[in-house]
């Protein structure tokens, strides 16, 4: 009998959930993970709605990792699905450049941190974005120039380097920085390379990420280049002007850089 009971209350909810438009049916999202058994809050699913919120670009201009969130990012970043979601866009980027016929202007626009070198030893040990960005702190890991490649942007590396295609890196560190990178990047695997932009804090003290950025890569353009392709883990990699043909967005749920 409880049995009955419950197959009639699942059919009568199911049917519920189903609507019909233009005579076609569709069921009616059944699935309210706001709250879990008994209506308690669980962090981990609107962890997961702030990580996409950050991914597209809806969350901006964050400070630190949602204190609740902790565990969370952690899970995320040293777990498999980081190297997943990074190994789908490396993927795509891959699939993109096949396609195209390499000129030897042809250039393609990587970033360093967190999208060729990867600060995770850092992350770790400063609580993976929660805590507040310590520069002190950063800088004198950079300057250890001990950062591990990111996996599988170096595989995109090397087959784009098979293609004929041009590498640049283009990076927020500083021109002080530009020799521990040099040194970083040979010790991760990265030996080949057509230029590596650093940034003169003379000329762009207090300008935006983008600004940099953008000023920067239309420089190569006007020296003849033609970039194809660009990747990055900030948003403010791939935003503003002289953008390149196609853009990349790898996952960053550590910090937000405008
Ligand atoms: C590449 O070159 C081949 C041969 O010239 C041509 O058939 C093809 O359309 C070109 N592809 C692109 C994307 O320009
Ligand atoms: C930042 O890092 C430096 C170097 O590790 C440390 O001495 C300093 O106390 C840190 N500052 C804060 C606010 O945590
Ligand atoms: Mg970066």
């Not at 250890?144 to 560190?173: D, H, M, N, W």
Request: a neutral charge; hydrophobic letters at 35%.
């Amino acid at each position: 009998m409880k049995v009955f009971v419950l197959f009639v209350a699942i059919a009568v909810a199911a049917w519920q959930c189903h609507g019909s438009d233009h005579g076609h049916e569709y069921q009616i999202f059944p699935l309210r993970m706001k709250t879990g058994h008994g209506g308690h809050y669980i962090p981990e699913v609107s962890c997961q709605s702030w990580r996409l919120g950050v991914e597209a670009h809806n969350v901006i201009d964050w400070k630190t990792v949602p204190l609740d969130c902790e565990g969370y990012i952690g899970n995320y970043i040293l777990g498999d699905q980081y190297r997943s979601d990074s190994k789908t866009v490396a993927r795509e980027a891959y699939y993109y450049a096949k396609t195209l016929n390499i000129t030897a202007k042809d250039i393609w626009v990587f970033d360093v941190d967190e999208t060729t070198l990867s600060n995770l030893p850092y992350y770790a040990d400063h609580g993976f974005g929660v805590e507040p960005y310590n520069a002190t702190a950063f800088n004198e890991w950079v300057d250890l120039g001990e950062a591990p490649a990111l996996p599988e942007s170096q595989k995109l590396y090397k087959k784009l380097l098979s293609l004929g295609i041009k590498i640049v890196f283009l990076t927020g560190r500083p021109l002080e920085q530009k020799a521990v990178t040099v040194t970083n990047l040979k010790l991760a695997g990265y030996n080949k390379w057509e230029k590596i932009i650093t940034k003169d804090t003379s000329i762009y003290h207090g300008k935006t990420a983008v600004t940099y950025k953008s000023t920067e890569r239309k420089k190569l353009e006007e020296q003849g280049y033609k970039i194809i392709g660009n990747i990055g883990d900030q948003w403010s990699d791939i935003l503003g002007t002289n953008t390149g043909d196609r853009t990349f967005k790898l996952p960053d749920p550590l910090y937000y850089i405008s």
